[in-house]
Structures are given as C-alpha cells and as structure tokens.
C-alpha cells in the first residue's frame, strides 16, 4: 500500500514538473484592416459598412481577430496605413489600384444615374438629349485632371453649364459623407445624378421618397473612358503570400460575400449579366 502511494506522489510530482514546462501557448492571431471610420456604406468605427461584414467573414475564416487602423480616405490614406505598417489589408480597392498589390476581383459595379421615381426620366444612356436641359449632379475630385468619369464624359458631351458639383469625399463632419449628391435628387435640387454605384444605391434604398437606379451606358465611353470597375483587396506590394491568401477566401467564400454585397443593395454588373444569362 505504501509503494503503491508513493508511486502515486512520485506521478504527481512528473506531472507538475512537466506542467511547469508545458510550452507557451502561441501567440494570437490578428488581421490587421485598414479602414475610414465614417465612410458608409463602406465602413464605419461602429463596424456597419459592407467591407465590415467582409473583414469580419474573412477573420473569422482565419481564426484571427479583427484589428483595425483607422484614417479616413483622402489624400494620404495608404500612405499612412498599409504603407506605415500600421495595417496589412484594405478591404475594397479598384483592381488596377497601383498603390497595392491587389487581389482578384470580387465584384463589379458601375457609375448609375439616380432620379427621382415620380419623375419617370427613365435615364440610362450618356446620349440621352435631355442631359443638356437638365440639372444633373456629379461628383467631383476638384482637379480635371483626376476628375471622375461622368465628369469627364459631361464635359466631352458639351454639358457643362448644367452641372452640379458634388464633393467627392462629401462633407465628413457629418455621420455618411457619400449621401450627399443623393440627398440633392431627393429633395429636387437637381434632376437626376451620375455617380458611383454602391453608395448611390445604398442611400437611394434610405431615401424618403421612391428613387431610381439605373447603371450608365454605355460601360466604356469611347475612346476609353470606363463606367464600371473590378474591385478588388490590396495589400502591401511584395506580400505575396497574404495576396494568395486572400485570393483562396475569396474564391471559397464568393457566395458569402455576394450576400454580403447584395443586402447593401451593391450594383452588381458581373452578378446582373450572370443572373440574365
């Protein structure tokens, strides 16, 4: 009996030796995002944009958790997050973005014009003769050189004197900065609007009264002037292996991120062409 409980004693004490050089546990993962904390329907700090609801799937598919450097997107944004170090992916970037490595496209959307539904303009197409009577809000970058394409389009089209120019980045001290060219449609400060598609449609689906949303034609203005645009994530230019990554969730969990996508009411031109075919 007594060898049989120091046996007992001496198994205990291996037991506690070696829980005292059991090995660290290893340390956490973290995805580190880049991010504009205001800047719906994209992202916010309380984390309720679409690229939100992607960073969130893409870390829970990781296993990591989700961190985020916070700075709003103007001039400067990826120079003081992705290339500061201080984060490692951004979400939601034009495919051919030159300042990341990008990804794959994940969805396609397209410039809309947006008009108010008792109005019955049924506007779609660049041609349109009633562009030059109307008033119609764009967005604006500020230099013509970097202008957006319904600017410039507007512009080759000789309608100049009718346009309204709209902030591109909106007025950020208030709480959704993109809302206000839709915002103008909606209260009849202008007769219709040509502007990106995700937060164009994203606010119409807010707005007070019936808007419609049609995407712009044609696609391409000629000599190469695109209306619609692959969007991609990015990473830092060398990180190769993050890009790989990522391009395997993507592929993975595509139909995931077009749920994501379709509850903000995302204009989809890859989606839509799939759905008619």
């Known amino acids: 009996m007594k060898g049989a409980m120091i046996a007992a004693a001496a198994a205990m004490a291996v037991t506690a030796i070696a829980g005292c050089h059991r090995a660290p546990a290893p ?18 700090r309380a984390g309720e944009g ?3 609801k992607i960073a969130s799937l893409l870390a829970a598919d990781r296993h990591e958790r989700l961190e985020y450097t916070w700075w709003a997107q ?10 500061a170090g201080d984060c490692d992916v951004l979400v939601g970037v034009p495919t051919s973005f030159e300042l990341a490595l990008t990804t794959r ?24 003769p009633r562009l ?9 970058v500020g230099d013509d050189f970097n202008n957006t ?16 120019g709209y902030e591109i980045y909106g007025d950020y001290s208030q709480p959704h900065p993109l809302s206000g060219i839709v915002e103008a449609v909606e209260r009849g400060d202008v007769d219709a609007a040509l502007a990106w598609g995700p937060p164009a449609a994203y606010f119409a689906r807010m707005s007070r009264v019936p808007l419609d949303v049609t995407p712009v034609t044609p696609q391409i203005d000629l000599p190469f002037l695109p209306f619609v645009f692959d969007m991609s994530m990015g990473v830092r230019h060398g ?19 077009d749920a994501i996508l379709g509850s903000y009411n995302v204009p989809r031109v890859d989606h839509d062409q799939e759905s008619a075919s």
Not at 132 to 140: E, F, K, S, Y
Not at 239 to 257: C, H, K, P, S, Y
């Open 239 to 257: 990180d190769n292996a993050l890009r790989d990554e990522l391009d395997d969730f993507l592929v993975r969990r595509q139909a995931d991120i």
């Open 74 to 83: 103007r001039r400067g944004y990826v120079r003081n997050t992705l290339k």
């Open 105 to 128: 496209p994940y969805y396609r959307s397209t410039y809309v014009f947006v008009a108010r539904h008792d109005r019955h303009l049924h506007l779609s197409s660049l041609d349109d």
């Open 27 to 44: 340390p956490e993962r973290v995805l580190r995002v880049c991010a504009d904390p205001n800047n719906l329907p994209y992202s916010n």
């Open 149 to 164: 394409p319904p600017a410039h389009a507007l512009s080759s089209r000789g309608i100049i004197r009718n346009v309204v």
């Open 132 to 140: 030059h009577r109307m008033r119609i809000g764009v967005q604006m």
């Open 50 to 52: 679409f690229e939100n």
